[in-house]
C-alpha cells in the first residue's frame, strides 16, 4: 500500500470510497458497482493521450471523434452533437454566446443555474426573468408554465429566445412540446438547460426531451445521471438550429473548452452513449421497479411524502429523481442517513431530501435506504420532530433588478454592510444559496426589500449561501 500522508485529496477519497456507502448522488457510474465501466475503461492511462496523428481533434473533428460523435447525434436525434469536457456549464456559455447578440431580449427561467447566469454576464444579453410556478406543500419551485410564457412575449416586445431548465433538480419537467409551439410560433429560440436530463433520451415514463420537442440547442450532463466520468457533457444542435447560430457556438465551444480535452472523459462519454443505447432501456426498467419497491415500503409512514405526479398538475416528474419531504429537515434526516447508516444523498433543502437514482444503482442500495427509514421511524424520530416548515429559498425568488452590468460592476470599490444597510444600494458580489446553486442577487444588481428578507429567510433556515467577497453572516458586500 503505497503511503498517503502527503497526498490529502486521494487520500480522502479513497477513505470515502472505503466507507462502503450507498450512493444516491453523482456521478451517475455510481463507482461501477457491476465492474461494465471497468472493462471499457479499466485501465485508463492506456486511454489518455493527446492530439497525435490517428487520434483526431475535438475542435476540429474529422477521423475517430467525428466517427463517434456521429454516433452520439444518432442516439440524440438532434443535427448535430458534440462532447463537452468542461461540463455543461462550458457548453451553457457557448448556446448563449452563440445565439444571441449583445442587447437580445431574451426570456429566462429566473431559478436557471449560475451557468446561466454567466452567460447573461458574458454575452451581454438583456434577459427578462420568469416564474416557474412552485409546489407549496414541497416548498421548491416546479417548472414554467406555457401560459408563463404566453403571456411574457405579450407583454414584451423583440423578444429572441426563451433559455430554461427541464428537468428541474428536483425531477420536475415542463410541457416542453407545448413550450416549443409557442416558440416556434413567435420565432423565438428555445434554449434548453437538460443538465439532469441525459437518461431520458434512452428510456420510457420519462418526461420528453428537448431535441424531441424541437428545441434549437440543448446541453446535458451526462456525468449527473449517466455511467459518464465527472464533467463529461453533451450539446445537441437541434434539427431546426440555423447553421450560423451552430456555426458561432462551434467557435465557442473552442473558446470555452480546454485546448487539451481528456481522452479518458471523451471515452467515457462514449462509452455511456453506447451501454445506454444497448442496455438503457432494460436498466431503466429496472431501476423503476427498485424505486417503486421503495416508495411501497415507507408508503405507511404519514410524515413522509415522496414527490410524484399527482403533486405535479400536468408537469412530469423524473421516476429516477427521489425527492423525500420530511418533517426532520432534510439536512438533518441527511446527516443521520450518512452516520448512523452508510447511505449517503445528493442533496438536502428545507424539509426535503434528494436521492439521484441511476440505471447503475443496484437493488442493495434501496433495501438499505428503505430498511433505515422504516429503522427511524420505529425509533420514533419522524414523530417527535415536526419542526415547522424550513425554508429552501427557491420556491419564490425576488425579481432581479440589474443596475450595472456585472462586468462592470465587478471593478467597483465595495464595502460590507449588513443586510438592513444594503437595502436601495448596489450588490458588489454574487450570492448563491449552494445547493442549488441559483443566485440570489448578481454582481451589480439593486439589493431589493425582497432580496434582503429572502436572504435573512435563508440565514434563519441554515441554508449554506456562497458569498463571493462578503465574509460574516447577514452582511453583503455593496458597491461604494
Ligand atoms: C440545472 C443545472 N444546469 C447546469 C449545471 C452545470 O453542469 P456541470 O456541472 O455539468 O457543469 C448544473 C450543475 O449542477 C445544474 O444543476
Request: hydrophobic residues 40%; charged residues 20%; contains cysteine.
Amino acid at each position: 500500500m503505497i503511503n498517503t500522508d502527503r497526498a490529502p485529496l486521494i487520500k480522502g477519497l479513497l477513505s470515502y470510497h472505503e466507507e462502503g456507502n450507498a450512493l444516491f448522488h453523482m456521478p451517475g457510474h455510481k463507482q461501477d458497482p457491476h465492474g461494465i465501466l471497468h472493462s471499457l475503461l479499466g485501465n485508463v492511462l492506456k486511454l489518455d493521450v493527446t492530439e497525435i496523428p490517428g487520434t483526431d481533434n475535438l475542435h476540429y473533428p474529422e477521423e475517430i471523434l467525428k466517427e463517434s460523435m456521429d454516433l452520439l447525434t444518432g442516439a440524440m436525434r438532434s443535427a448535430e452533437s458534440r462532447y463537452l469536457v468542461n461540463g455543461s456549464t462550458g457548453g451553457i456559455l457557448a448556446m448563449v454566446m452563440g445565439c444571441f447578440r449583445p442587447g437580445d431580449r431574451v426570456l429566462v427561467q429566473r431559478d436557471c443555474h449560475q451557468s446561466v447566469y454567466n452567460a447573461i454576464s458574458l454575452s451581454g444579453i438583456e434577459p427578462v426573468f420568469i416564474s416557474p410556478g412552485s409546489n407549496e406543500e414541497f416548498g421548491i419551485p416546479t417548472a414554467i408554465e406555457a401560459g408563463t410564457v404566453v403571456r411574457a412575449i405579450a407583454s414584451n416586445i423583440g423578444l429572441k429566445g426563451l433559455i430554461l431548465t427541464s428537468p428541474s433538480y428536483f425531477g420536475v419537467s415542463p410541457d416542453l412540446q407545448a413550450i416549443s409551439e409557442v416558440c416556434s410560433r413567435n420565432g423565438l429560440k428555445l434554449l434548453v438547460d437538460e443538465a439532469h436530463g441525459s437518461h431520458f433520451y434512452f428510456g420510457d415514463d420519462l418526461p420528453m426531451t428537448a431535441m424531441d420537442c424541437g428545441a434549437a440547442v440543448s446541453v446535458l450532463s451526462f456525468h449527473k445521471t449517466l455511467p459518464a466520468l465527472t464533467q463529461g457533457s453533451v450539446i445537441n444542435l437541434g434539427k431546426d438550429a440555423s447553421e450560423e447560430d451552430m456555426d458561432r457556438i462551434r467557435h465557442y465551444l473552442r473558446v470555452f473548452q480546454t485546448s487539451s480535452p481528456s481522452y479518458v472523459l471523451m471515452a467515457s462519454l462514449e462509452s455511456a452513449r453506447m451501454i445506454m443505447e444497448t442496455e438503457g432501456r432494460e436498466r431503466l426498467k429496472g431501476l423503476k421497479s427498485m424505486i417503486e419497491g421503495f416508495s411501497e415500503s415507507i408508503r405507511d409512514i404519514p410524515e413522509l411524502r415522496l414527490l410524484s405526479n399527482e403533486d405535479l398538475k400536468g408537469l412530469q416528474k423524473d421516476y429516477t429523481r427521489l425527492v423525500l419531504n420530511t418533517p426532520l429537515g432534510g439536512n438533518f434526516l441527511s446527516d443521520l442517513l450518512r452516520r448512523d447508516y452508510g447511505i449517503q444523498a445528493e442533496m438536502a433543502m428545507g424539509n426535503n431530501i434528494v436521492f439521484l437514482g441511476s440505471c447503475f444503482d443496484d437493488e442493495g442500495m434501496y433495501h438499505r435506504l428503505s430498511a433505515a427509514i422504516l429503522d427511524l421511524d420505529m425509533k420514533g424520530l419522524f414523530k417527535e420532530s415536526l419542526s415547522g416548515r424550513i425554508s429552501t429559498g427557491v420556491s419564490k425568488l425576488p425579481s432581479p433588478v440589474i443596475s450595472i452590468p456585472e462586468r462592470e460592476a465587478l471593478f467597483e470599490g465595495w464595502e460590507e454592510v449588513t443586510f438592513e444597510m444594503a437595502e436601495g444600494r448596489i450588490c458588489a458580489e454574487r450570492i448563491t444559496p449552494y445547493p442549488p446553486g441559483v443566485p440570489v442577487l448578481m454582481t451589480g444588481e439593486l439589493v431589493s426589500r425582497d432580496a434582503v428578507e429572502h436572504l435573512m429567510r435563508l440565514e434563519e433556515s441554515g441554508a449554506n449561501i456562497l458569498k463571493s467577497r462578503s465574509g460574516g453572516r447577514g452582511t453583503i458586500a455593496v458597491i461604494i
